[in-house]
């Protein structure tokens, strides 16, 4: 019989956990490689920002979520042009490239593939017992 652990969320959402704990550090340290190689700015807020653990998994009620907490001018690095409308010559796309890129180029199938390999793991030979098992 199975146990009832193993179908209820929050042994889901340790696993969910784990990845998006793993997503989070691959995304600042993606963004931290991008601004010391292509941006080099005066004041150094964009750095002490990419250099800590400024991300956290909070998992409540049944939810994971990831929260990256970033400077609000990190959104303004991805424009092309400036406000006057002239081309930039530093444009490195370091948050909508990376953060999206990331997610659905890494998490997405984490998740998927992590899940249902865990679900391999730990009820295939349950249900095989189950139905091999005379009653």
């Known amino acids: 019989m199975l146990s009832q652990s193993f179908t209820k969320k929050p042994f889901f959402n340790q696993q969910v956990a784990d990845i998006f704990y793993s997503a989070g550090s691959g995304i600042l340290a993606n963004q931290r490689y991008l601004q010391?190689?292509?941006?080099?700015?005066?004041?150094g807020n964009l750095e002490r920002m990419l250099g800590g653990r400024n991300f956290n998994v909070i998992t409540s009620s049944g939810r994971v979520q990831l929260i990256i907490n970033y400077i609000s001018t990190i959104r303004f690095l991805d424009l092309k042009k400036t406000a006057m409308g002239k081309k930039k010559r530093n444009y490195v796309q370091i948050y909508n490239k990376v953060l999206y890129g990331f997610l659905y180029g890494r998490t997405y199938p984490a998740l998927q593939y992590g899940l249902w390999e865990n679900i391999r793991e730990n009820y295939t030979g349950k249900l095989e017992a189950g139905l091999n098992s005379k009653v």
């Open 36 to 43: 010391r190689t292509f941006l080099h700015r005066q004041s």
